[in-house]
């Protein structure tokens, strides 16, 4: 355990977030996201798991420690459902609340297409597979940087 440090991020997840450079992309993912064969090709091939919980509980662990990359318009983007694109399931309300307390402001996020998240996901750095087993609980965050002090 480490103070100031969300339980839920393994020592793998704090790895691949810390070595993510600016604009690397981490993708959380539902339980029924192809996330094994998409994650062998992304920068580290191999997936990372946090099975048994929701996308929005992800999505804070990640949060606290990485930031969105204030440089482009939409640093977290949500898939799209397929034929509703504009239709917001609550799973995806429930993580743009984790972005907007991350964020400390309202920062409404991106959507993409289904198939053009598949290929986005596969060249991001890293993939984490959570527990929800809601359709459409899968997100892409940009990561940013830390200013000096």
Request: glycine share 8%.
């Amino acid at each position: 355990m480490l103070k100031g440090i969300d339980p839920l991020l393994s020592a793998d997840v704090l790895r691949a977030l810390r070595a993510m450079g600016h604009g690397d992309d981490v993708v959380v993912c539902d339980a029924n996201f192809p996330a094994d064969s998409v994650a062998r090709q992304t920068v580290t091939g191999k997936l990372l798991r946090m099975d048994g919980v929701s996308a929005a509980r992800v999505a804070r662990a990640v949060l606290s420690v990485m930031p969105l990359d204030s440089f482009v318009d939409t640093p977290a983007l949500r898939m799209e459902i397929v034929g509703k694109p504009d239709e917001v399931p609550p799973v995806q309300a429930e993580v743009q609340a984790e972005v907007d307390r991350a964020e400390g402001r309202s920062w409404p996020m991106g959507s993409i297409e289904r198939f053009a998240f598949y290929e986005r996901a596969k060249r991001a750095y890293c993939v984490i597979q959570t527990g929800e087993r809601r359709f459409y609980g899968c997100f892409v965050f940009k990561k940013g940087v830390i200013a000096p002090e």
